[in-house]
C-alpha cells in the first residue's frame, strides 16, 4: 500500500483573473524529497502556501495524511507540516531557545505556556543540528545561515511526518547552502521527514540523490509541470535549457569512490 502524507490533486490557482497555475498533481509519501525546481514568477511559493492552507485552490483538491485540507481547522495542519520561510525577519530579541520552542505552539492550548517537556524538546533539537551552542544568542543577533539553522530547528520540535521549505538557502554564503542541504539530508535519513521544497538550483535535487534520498524532481514552468520524475532523467540539458533559458551541462565527479552528479551553467540562450 502506498502511503501519501500530502497528496494534490489537479490543482489550479487563480489571483483574481490571473491563472497562477494549473493541473497540478503530486504526492510525497514517508522519506521522500519533492523538490519543486522552476524560475522566479513560476508559482511554486504560491503552491506551497495552498498546501499550508494560506490560500484556497479554484479548482482540485490537497489531502494531508489522507484527509481533505479543507476539513482541518485552523492551527491543526501544523501538526502535519512544518514550515521553514525563505526569510523570517526578527523583531524581537528572543532568545535562540525561545524561537525554536515555539514550534510547540500547534500542541498548546490558548495562552498556555511551553512545558518543561517542550523546552528539552526545542534542546534536543538545537543538539541534533548542531546549534546547541546559540540556545541563548538573541535571535536579532544571528547570521542569515545560523537563522535558517534555527527555523529548521523550530520545524523539528513540532513534530510533523513532512517538512515545506521555501528556498531554503537563498541568501546564504558558499558554505550555509551546503550546510543546510546536509541537514535536510540528515533530517530524512535519521528522522525518516519527508520534504517539499522549492529551489532554483538544480544541484539541491542532485545532492539529495546522491546521498540515496528518494528523491522526485518536478520542473514547474508557466504555471505547469512539462517534467518530473528522478533528477537522473529529468535534469538534462534539453530541460534545464526550457526551463531557464540556460546552456548546461551535467557531469559526473568520482569523489573518493562515490559518484556525483552537477550541473554546470555555461550561457545564457
Do not use: W
Not at 511559493?45 to 498546501?51: A, R, S
Not at 515555539?102 to 543540528?129: C, K, N, Q, T, V
Not at 519527508?194 to 514552468?221: C, E, K, Q, R
Not at 565527479?253 to 552537477?262: F, P
Amino acid at each position: 500500500m502506498v502511503v501519501r502524507l500530502v497528496e494534490v490533486r489537479d490543482a489550479t490557482f487563480f489571483y483574481g483573473a490571473q491563472e497562477v497555475f494549473t493541473h497540478i498533481s503530486f504526492h510525497v509519501g514517508p522519506g521522500e524529497v519533492f523538490c519543486l525546481l522552476g524560475p522566479n514568477g513560476c508559482g511554486k511559493t504560491t503552491l506551497l502556501d495552498c498546501i499550508l492552507g494560506l490560500h484556497h485552490l479554484h479548482s482540485g483538491s490537497i489531502l494531508i495524511g489522507g484527509k481533505d485540507a479543507e476539513s482541518y481547522r485552523p492551527g491543526k495542519i501544523a501538526r502535519q507540516i512544518a514550515y521553514v520561510p525563505q526569510r523570517h525577519e526578527p523583531t524581537f530579541p528572543y532568545t535562540v531557545r525561545e524561537i525554536v520552542t515555539m514550534g510547540r505552539a500547534a500542541y498548546l492550548r490558548l495562552f498556555e505556556s511551553p512545558s518543561a517537556a517542550d523546552r528539552r524538546m526545542a534542546d534536543e533539537a538545537l543538539e541534533h543540528i548542531g546549534i546547541a551552542h546559540l540556545r541563548n544568542r538573541p535571535y536579532t543577533q544571528l547570521s542569515g545561515g545560523e537563522t535558517q539553522m534555527v527555523m529548521i530547528a523550530r520545524a523539528l520540535v513540532q513534530h510533523t511526518p513532512v517538512v515545506i521549505l521555501d528556498e531554503p538557502t537563498a541568501h546564504l554564503d558558499f558554505r550555509y547552502e551546503l550546510v543546510i542541504l546536509e541537514v535536510i539530508a540528515g533530517m530524512v535519513k535519521e528522522k525518516g521527514l519527508s520534504i517539499i521544497m522549492a529551489t532554483h538550483s538544480p544541484n539541491h535535487a542532485l545532492h539529495f540523490h546522491d546521498n540515496g534520498i528518494n528523491t522526485t524532481v518536478a520542473m514547474f514552468h508557466k504555471g505547469a509541470f512539462f517534467a518530473v520524475g528522478n533528477p537522473e532523467s529529468v535534469l538534462n540539458e534539453d530541460n534545464l535549457k526550457h526551463l531557464y533559458g540556460v546552456k548546461a551541462r551535467v557531469i559526473t565527479l568520482d569523489e573518493e569512490g562515490r559518484i556525483m552528479k552537477q550541473v554546470v551553467p555555461l550561457k545564457t540562450m
